[in-house]
């Protein structure tokens, strides 16, 4: 058998990385306490706790307001920063661009601990909106690598012709611009709207007495009996998460047969 | 024929990009409702001088009128030029009906007038039927046409055309060319067109304007630039030209008396002679097609020189020799029309070349 080792790398490989996840729903529908083999037998009475569980529901609507407010912030923020970069040429624009992109490499416990005492400093009181800051820091380095592909991608005479024919540059980019990077805006709202909704330390450290869905889950598992519960809490974000990027992937290969380009393939 | 009135006028025209000199010092005007090409190698300064006219490139000093207004007060949206860009710029996102209506959006007219218009500007260019398709849905051709109906629609004073005909392939370029010229004539609008293709420039245009680093070479009506080039660069970037060495003996009443390396000597009129210097050693030009082979039992003429065939190329309608002449170092090349009773010669025939004074260039 060709390459038969290389199979079984493959397929081990793939076991490590889905298995946890397929274990998931299998004890979120499990009738015990104990995260073990055997299954004792059907039950969604986990599903039914998450319904009662008030903590739970603010952390997550705290989390949702925070992942919204950065995934817009963000993105709009990167629109800017990447149409600049691919557009024009001015002084100091790769210390500039490098400054913005620093964060996707910097260790986000610098981050948050420089900006936890940044913020202790000037006495700015902590709760979701200083989380919304440290997260919009991190998300903006992601939504530009995404937006500037976008932008780059974008044939220069199609603004030139929009402009000769009569058209503002205002009226241009809303015309023109704006419909044929909207794949990208896409994707960068649904990428940085992921990130921030499951990102932990700059939560911890940020939130104060606030708290958002993955501080909430990680203090749940010092209780045993709370364990459960998250594996149903976690099955429902796999499956949000999975028709999050059907959507996105939908977006992207609906733009891409609009404007009639060559598929060069997106996250799925 | 009546001289037009100007279009569009350059006055002394630099632009500088950095260091970097890509005009310079451009004078010439652009009649109304000529077609005018800008012609020259790439990195010439061609689709430089364009865009200026567009309005999407400033100039660092001179002026550019545009029906007589100064162009700098103008922004481009304003100009009454529209394009077609080289790479087409057709808007993907939209069908070909709203590329084609694009630019009259802003006038806000009434929806049947709308369609009226879009449909006759498709008519003008063959793509009646076509305006619900989606347009990256279109082949070469058909996106050039959605172009040029787009660009048309506005009714600009002066149509400004980038390398159109570039990403077609043969057959579709020339047959474009010939639905250019037939809708330049049709619509009476000025054209000016960028082109490298030599042959393009002189099947379309009225005037070329020949470029190199910035300059315009010479201006002149295509069988003028290829019959009469001023200088060698023009010569040899337009059509092929043999080159001979030549000696002025002396100048004689309307021209001079030049002896040619391997024709012999001949006067050669003032107006074959362009330019002003007047070295002893210089350099006479002529077209393969000025020179004839002489088959045997053709009567002898005053003006002929013998040479060998070194080698043949066969093209069909025509055979291309380069002939090696007596006494000349490197051969020349001449073109001969393949009809009967002249059967293609093979290489190292000894052959007799005619040959005409009133062909040849003096270039000085």
Same mark, same amino acid.
């Given at each position: 058998?060709?390459?038969?080792?290389?199979?079984?790398?493959?397929?081990?490989?793939?076991?490590?990385?889905?298995?946890?996840?397929?274990?998931?729903?299998?004890?979120?529908?499990?009738?015990?306490?104990?995260?073990?083999?055997?299954?004792?037998?059907?039950?969604?009475?986990?599903?039914?706790?998450?319904?009662?569980?008030?903590?739970?529901?603010?952390?997550?609507?705290?989390?949702?307001?925070i992942?919204?407010?950065?995934?817009?912030?963000?993105?709009?923020?990167? =629109?800017?920063?990447?149409?600049?970069?691919?557009?024009?040429?001015?002084?100091?624009?790769?210390?500039?661009?490098?400054?913005?992109?620093?964060?996707?490499?910097?260790?986000?416990?610098?981050?948050?601990?420089?900006?936890?005492?940044?913020?202790?400093?000037?006495?700015?009181?902590?709760s979701i909106f200083t989380v919304i800051l440290g997260h919009?820091?991190?998300?903006?380095?992601?939504?530009?690598?995404?937006?500037?592909?976008?932008?780059?991608?974008?044939?220069?005479?199609?603004?030139?012709?929009?402009?000769?024919?009569?058209?503002?540059?205002?009226?241009?980019?809303?015309?023109?611009?704006? *419909?044929?990077?909207?794949?990208?805006?896409?994707?960068?709202?649904?990428?940085?709207?992921?990130?921030?909704?499951?990102?932990?330390?700059i939560a911890?450290?940020l939130a104060?007495?606030e708290?958002t869905? *993955?501080?909430?889950?990680?203090?749940?598992?010092?209780?045993?009996?709370?364990?459960?519960?998250?594996?149903?809490?976690?099955?429902?974000?796999?499956?949000?998460?999975?028709?999050?990027?059907?959507?996105?992937?939908?977006?992207?290969?609906?733009?891409?047969?609009?404007?009639?380009?060559?598929?060069?393939?997106?996250?799925? | 024929?009546?001289?037009?009135?100007?279009?569009?006028?350059?006055?002394?025209?630099? +632009?500088?990009?950095?260091?970097?000199?890509?005009?310079?010092?451009?004078?010439?005007?652009?009649?109304?409702?000529?077609?005018?090409?800008?012609?020259?190698?790439?990195?010439?300064?061609?689709?430089?001088?364009?865009?200026?006219?567009?309005?999407?490139?400033?100039?660092?000093?001179?002026?550019?009128?545009?029906?007589?207004?100064?162009?700098?007060?103008?922004?481009?949206?304003?100009?009454?030029?529209?394009?077609?860009?080289?790479?087409?710029?057709?808007?993907?996102?939209?069908?070909?009906?709203?590329?084609?209506?694009?630019?009259?959006?802003?006038?806000?007219?009434? +929806?049947?007038?709308?369609?009226?218009?879009?449909?006759?500007?498709?008519?003008?260019?063959?793509?009646?039927?076509?305006?619900?398709?989606?347009?990256?849905?279109?082949?070469?051709?058909?996106?050039?046409?959605?172009?040029?109906?787009?660009?048309?629609?506005?009714?600009?004073?002066?149509?400004?055309?980038?390398?159109?005909?570039?990403?077609?392939?043969? +057959?579709?370029?020339?047959?474009?060319?010939?639905?250019?010229?037939?809708?330049?004539?049709? =619509?009476?609008?000025?054209?000016?067109?960028?082109?490298?293709?030599?042959?393009?420039?002189?099947?379309?245009?009225?005037?070329?304007?020949?470029?190199?680093?910035?300059?315009?070479?010479?201006?002149?009506?295509?069988?003028?630039?290829?019959?009469?080039?001023?200088?060698?660069?023009?010569?040899?970037?337009?059509?092929?030209?043999?080159?001979?060495?030549? +000696?002025?003996?002396?100048?004689?009443?309307?021209?001079?008396?030049?002896?040619?390396?391997?024709?012999?000597?001949?006067?050669?009129?003032?107006?074959?002679?362009?330019?002003?210097?007047?070295?002893?050693?210089?350099?006479?030009?002529?077209?393969?097609?000025?020179?004839?082979?002489?088959?045997?039992?053709?009567?002898?003429?005053?003006?002929?020189? *013998?040479?060998? =065939?070194?080698?043949?190329?066969?093209?069909?309608?025509?055979?291309?020799?380069?002939?090696?002449?007596?006494?000349?170092?490197?051969?020349?090349?001449?073109?001969?029309?393949?009809?009967?009773?002249? *059967?293609?010669?093979?290489?190292?025939?000894?052959?007799?070349?005619?040959?005409?004074?009133?062909?040849?260039?003096?270039?000085?």
């Open positions: 058998m060709r390459g038969g080792w290389f199979k079984v790398y493959a397929l081990a490989y793939l076991l490590f990385l889905y298995a946890p996840i397929i274990l998931l729903p299998l004890f979120a529908f499990n009738d015990a306490t104990v995260i073990a083999f055997p299954l004792s037998g059907f039950s969604t009475k986990w599903f039914a706790a998450l319904a009662d569980d008030p903590p739970l529901h603010l952390a997550v609507k705290n989390s949702l307001i992942a919204v407010t950065t995934a817009i912030l963000s993105t709009a923020l990167a =629109v800017f920063a990447a149409r600049a970069s691919t557009r024009y040429r001015f002084p100091g624009k790769a210390g500039l661009m490098g400054l913005i992109m620093l964060p996707l490499v910097l260790p986000e416990i610098i981050v948050a601990v420089s900006l936890l005492s940044v913020l202790l400093m000037i006495g700015v009181k902590l919009v820091l991190v998300c903006t380095p992601f939504c530009i690598a995404i937006l500037s592909s976008a932008f780059q991608s974008l044939d220069r005479s199609l603004e030139e012709a929009a402009y000769d024919l009569g058209e503002t540059s205002f009226s241009t980019f809303r015309l023109i611009i704006l *419909p044929l990077v909207m794949p990208g805006i896409i994707s960068s709202l649904l990428i940085s709207f992921t990130i921030s909704l499951d990102e932990f330390i911890f450290f104060g007495t708290t869905l *993955p501080v909430y889950i990680f203090s749940q598992f010092r209780f045993p009996k709370a364990v459960p519960v998250i594996m149903a809490l976690g099955t429902i974000l796999v499956c949000l998460s999975i028709v999050l990027l059907s959507i996105a992937e939908f977006f992207r290969r609906r733009g891409l047969a609009r404007s009639g380009a060559k598929d060069t393939g997106g996250f799925l | 024929m009546t001289e037009k009135p100007t279009m569009i006028e350059f006055r002394d025209v630099q +632009k500088y990009y950095g260091d970097y000199h890509a005009l310079r010092g451009i004078n010439a005007s652009i009649r109304a409702g000529e077609f005018f090409s800008l012609l020259g190698p790439s990195g010439c300064g061609k689709t430089t001088l364009l865009r200026t006219i567009a309005g999407f490139e400033d100039i660092s000093s001179g002026t550019v009128l545009i029906d007589g207004k100064d162009a700098a007060q103008i922004p481009a949206n304003k100009r009454p030029t529209n394009m077609v860009f080289q790479s087409y710029a057709i808007f993907p996102h939209l069908t070909v009906e709203e590329n084609v209506g694009f630019g009259l959006r802003r006038a806000a007219l009434p +929806k049947d007038e709308l369609g009226r218009r879009v449909g006759d500007a498709l008519a003008m260019v063959g793509l009646t039927g076509f305006g619900k398709r989606a347009a990256h849905a279109l082949s070469g051709g058909q996106r050039q046409r959605v172009a040029l109906a787009r660009a048309l629609i506005l009714k600009p004073k002066v149509l400004l055309l980038d390398e159109p005909l570039s990403a077609l392939d043969k +057959k579709m370029r020339e047959q474009m060319q010939m639905e250019l010229i037939k809708l330049q004539r049709q =619509v009476g609008i000025t054209f000016v067109l960028v082109t490298h293709d030599q042959e393009e420039a002189l099947v379309m245009s009225d005037r070329i304007a020949v470029m190199f680093e910035g300059q315009i070479a010479q201006l002149d009506d295509p069988e003028t630039l290829y019959r009469r080039p001023k200088t060698r660069q023009v010569a040899d970037f337009i059509g092929t030209m043999n080159f001979l060495p030549a +000696k002025v003996l002396s100048e004689v009443p309307g021209g001079c008396e030049v002896e040619v390396a391997g024709l012999g000597r001949c006067q050669i009129a003032a107006d074959q002679a362009p330019s002003g210097r007047s070295d002893q050693d210089t350099t006479v030009g002529f077209r393969p097609e000025t020179l004839t082979i002489l088959y045997d039992g053709q009567a002898a003429t005053a003006r002929e020189t *013998p040479g060998t =065939v070194e080698e043949v190329v066969y093209y069909g309608d025509m055979t291309y020799y380069d002939v090696k002449l007596d006494g000349v170092s490197s051969p020349v090349r001449l073109a001969m029309r393949n009809v009967p009773g002249r *059967p293609v010669l093979d290489i190292g025939t000894r052959a007799r070349v005619a040959w005409s004074p009133d062909a040849l260039v003096l270039f000085r």
